[in-house]
């Protein structure tokens, strides 16, 4: 199947902890499976420490590509947090880039020691809205607290790419994947926030 | 996550750059392999340390990577294939060693040793970008680098065999690009059996009667060039009469052909991609420039390729060509090799216009989205003992009013010098530089010298050079106070063991050593405090900073991201009395100790907590000075 853009280029962004970088593993693992040539690119050097963390995966029916994304080349944002998505778009957007965020905000430090103030929901929504081809907001934590699973987010953000169609992604082969890649205990719950993402997002 | 040795032959897995390497090296069946973390090097010895086999892999981390890279060359010279993986840091304190190696070689027992060093350009992740290819000149070494995934598993064999037939160590260089890539990777076919390990006594391997050795090793590192004019990984694409030949190495040449597909310059320009460092194949570079009216090289941070084929040309009678990168301004002289980079460049050689974001776009980011993007520093996690740390230094400090002097090192307490941070360290560079330098200081007093000097460093970074600085302060009677922060783990990098952990590197037991001990064997002054306990362990350091002698004082407190692996739950349920908080007026507990979980609520004016972050270690209880708020244990 074509993609389009091609190379398609992937951002990945959120908070150091919030599981980032095995959705963009997963979102390979699944992409490389169905044929496509895939490179990651990934900085994660103090990615626990309350820093923004992002990895780019490039994805292409071409040939291999560098896992550093061009300035301005987003085709899709997914982020687990809304300041980093304006922080990927500022960076990768371009009038044709989409976007798919977990609304719920993670304050800076600097925020909470009153040097800098966070902005409102509203103005981050409208700004991601203005500055996106297609955007896709909605609360992945609610969800995943919902679950009593926290670090699940970034399964119902997986959950919502695949109910955006944006990538020839299969639901039924995404959800054996997802049970492939946690420990057997968690592989319901898993399930269960990978579906309850997708609901969200196809109702939205 | 599989082990890499569990993926059958001729399968294709998703891996990481770093166990790419691995892969490669466990194929080519390495014997031993020891290394110290460091960013972007550390994943390495642990997806070998997953397959160690007795008598087949053994897999460690080392004290430090100088450890390392001897206790590899040593098993090379005893006839095994072994690998030492560090980052760029690490090799700089590895190489009066390494040095002297270049001249011994590795004896005739048909060993094998590679050094894997990891570069950071950009500095992603550590405090410099130093180029380590450097170091391959320096060392008259051989150096290999990868350009991509699949690449680097069979440039390890490449290297493993030079390493052999030359009886030389080998340097084989990974970056960030590169180590922390994901690609499919192709797997071959794993060897069985494993070399018997014995030293050959009847000669002796050393540097002396160097002038000799030397013009050997010269000697050899000419037979080694040869070898690389015929390298595989070496390659050159493009047309016959290209109007440019791009050079690349590393990162330059995915990022080259992607900027010539951008341009449509495939057809019009070559490239001509090296995967031998050093020494450079003269004669094939020079083969392919010659018919080239220009040149333009792409690389990473330093211009170590560039002066290279600069120094080849000329050799050869064709400094006429002109060569554009870092030395002509194309290329910036630091930091990552991107496709922006490649693209702008060449589209400034050929008058191109490099493709740019839509005017209306960029305005409307400029205008709407850009002033919304406050930055999001770092900061120790909440529960972290570092940050109780250093607000008992901090408060120390000021109570003590001689202004006192702190020095720091690398490791999660480098955060203090963060934005976020209590900004109490003044004197930071390497591992182990903290206290030697405040011995330095230490011993100022006959020059005027009266602020009391603090050092602090981490456990792990005790053990990997804190020791033999200690022992300088000691022995010259400096005055100082150490502060040792041991959180039971080399957390920076990602929480590996350490010799103060009671494991090593596959997971098996080890003697435990104690760093208090450690420290009164040597002659210092110990005392243990708890961080957690900030208002005790405040007052013990001012009562120590005015002490004479080498003090110690250990802050004991398991790093929060370890202690929650293993017991899975918070020790405690905060509660917020809404009525005794102050608010604004006070905000202590957020403004000043900063834990990320406690906010100004700005609908209530109140302190109030997330408790996704909050990691329940309670300390807040103790630092609010109005009492308001309070922990149940959790059960
Ligand atoms: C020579 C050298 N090797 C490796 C590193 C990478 N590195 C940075 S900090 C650190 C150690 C951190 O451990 P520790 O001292 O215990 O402090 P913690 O992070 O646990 O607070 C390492 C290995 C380095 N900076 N320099
Ligand atoms: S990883 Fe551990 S030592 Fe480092 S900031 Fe977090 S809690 Fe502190
Ligand atoms: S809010 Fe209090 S208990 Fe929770 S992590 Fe912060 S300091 Fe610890």
């Known amino acids: ?204 | 996550m599989a082990a890499i040795d569990k993926y059958e032959p001729g399968t294709s897995h998703f891996l990481l750059g770093n166990e790419a390497i691995a892969r490669g090296a466990l194929e080519r069946g390495v014997n031993f392999v020891t290394g110290y973390p460091g960013t972007p090097s550390s994943e390495i010895v642990p997806a070998l340390a997953q397959c160690t086999q007795k008598g087949k892999l053994h897999a460690e981390w080392s004290t430090n990577e100088l450890a390392a890279v001897e206790g590899a060359a040593a098993a090379a010279t005893a006839g095994l294939l072994s690998l030492s993986a560090m980052k760029n840091a690490g090799l700089s304190l590895a190489l009066d060693f390494i040095t002297h190696l270049s001249y011994t070689g590795l004896g005739p027992k048909g060993g094998a040793c590679l050094m894997v060093v990891c570069d950071d350009p950009h500095g992603h992740s550590s405090g410099d970008e130093t180029d380590s290819r450097w170091l391959a000149r320096f060392a008259t070494a051989p150096m290999v680098e990868p350009m991509t995934g699949q690449q680097a598993v069979e440039l390890v064999k490449y290297a493993f065999d030079l390493s052999q037939k030359h009886s030389a160590f080998v340097f084989y260089r990974g970056y960030t690009r590169l180590s922390h890539a994901s690609n499919p990777i192709t797997m071959g076919e794993l060897p069985t059996g494993a070399p018997k390990a014995s030293s050959d006594s009847s000669v002796s391997l050393n540097p002396y009667l160097s002038i000799d050795k030397h013009q050997d090793l010269l000697a050899k590192m000419e037979a080694i060039r040869a070898e690389f004019e015929q390298c595989p990984f070496n390659s050159y694409q493009g047309p016959e009469k290209p109007e440019l030949v791009v050079v690349a190495s590393g990162a330059g040449h995915l990022a080259a052909a992607e900027a010539l597909e951008t341009l449509g310059l495939e057809e019009r320009v070559g490239l001509l991609s090296l995967a031998t460092i050093w020494p450079l194949p003269t004669a094939w570079v020079v083969e392919h420039l010659k018919n080239a009216p220009q040149v333009l090289v792409l690389e990473e941070v330093d211009l170590f390729m560039e002066a290279a084929v600069k120094e080849a040309l000329v050799d050869n009678g064709l400094g006429s060509v002109a060569v554009y990168g870092k030395g002509s301004g194309h290329i910036p002289m630091s930091g990552e090799m991107t496709p922006d980079r490649a693209l702008s460049a060449l589209a400034r050689i050929f008058d191109m216009k490099a493709p740019a974001r839509d005017e209306a776009y960029e305005r409307l980011v400029q205008q709407e989205v850009a002033p919304l993007v406050i930055s999001r520093g770092l900061s120790w996690c909440a529960g972290c003992p570092h940050r109780a740390s250093f607000w008992a230094l901090d408060k120390a400090i000021k109570a003590d009013a001689r202004d006192a002097y702190v020095t720091g090192e690398i490791g999660c307490s480098t955060l203090d010098v963060f934005p976020e941070g209590k900004a109490q360290i003044k004197l930071l560079h390497s591992m182990g530089s903290g206290t030697g330098t405040a011995a330095g200081l230490g011993q100022l007093k006959p020059f005027g010298y009266t602020q009391p000097v603090v050092a602090v460093c981490g456990d792990s970074s005790f053990f990997h050079s804190s020791v033999p600085r200690l022992i300088n302060a000691v022995y010259n009677q400096a005055d100082m106070l150490q502060i040792i922060l041991d959180n039971s783990a080399t957390a920076m990098t990602g929480f590996q063991p350490h010799p103060g952990t009671g494991n090593t590197a596959e997971n098996t037991p080890a003697p435990r050593l104690d760093v208090a001990k450690v420290c009164e064997s040597i002659g210092c002054q110990v005392t243990i405090a708890d961080p957690f306990e900030v208002r005790a362990t405040t007052k013990v350091m001012r009562e120590l900073m005015g002490k004479p002698g080498v003090q110690v004082l250990i802050l004991r407190r398991a790093c929060e991201l370890v202690r929650m692996k293993a017991a899975k739950s918070h020790p405690y349920r905060i509660t917020i009395d809404q009525e005794k908080c102050k608010g604004a007026e006070c905000a202590v507990c957020s403004r000043d100790f900063r834990c990320p979980a406690l906010y100004l609520d700005p609908a209530t004016g109140k302190t109030a907590f997330k408790e996704q972050i909050c990691s329940g270690c309670g300390i807040c209880v103790e630092i609010c000075p109005f009492k308001a708020i309070s922990k149940q244990e959790n059960d």
Do not use: C
């Open chain 1, 1 to 204: 199947m074509p993609l389009s853009p091609d190379p398609y280029n992937l951002i990945i962004s959120g908070i150091g902890g919030q599981g980032n970088i095995l959705l963009s593993r997963l979102v390979g693992r699944l992409m490389f499976r169905a044929g496509y040539q895939v490179s990651i690119g990934e900085t994660f050097g103090a990615a626990q420490r309350g820093g923004g963390v992002f990895s780019g995966v490039r994805i292409s029916s071409k040939r291999l590509y560098g896992p550093v994304v061009p300035q301005g080349a987003g085709s899709m944002i997914i982020s687990l947090e809304p300041l980093e998505a304006l922080r990927m778009i500022s960076g990768y957007g371009n009038p044709g880039v989409k976007a798919l965020v977990n609304s719920e905000g993670i304050h800076p430090v600097a925020v909470l020691s009153q040097k800098a103030s966070y902005p409102s929901d509203e103005a981050m929504s409208a700004a991601i809205h203005k500055a996106t081809d297609k955007a896709w907001l909605f609360n992945a934590t609610k969800i995943a607290l919902e679950l009593d699973a926290p670090i699940a987010v970034n399964i119902v953000m997986l959950g919502g790419l695949v109910a955006t169609g944006a990538l020839p992604l299969d639901a039924d082969e995404v959800a054996d994947e997802v049970k492939a890649s946690v420990p057997p205990h968690l592989a319901e719950l898993n399930l269960t926030a990978y579906r309850r993402g997708m609901q969200a997002v196809a109702g939205a």
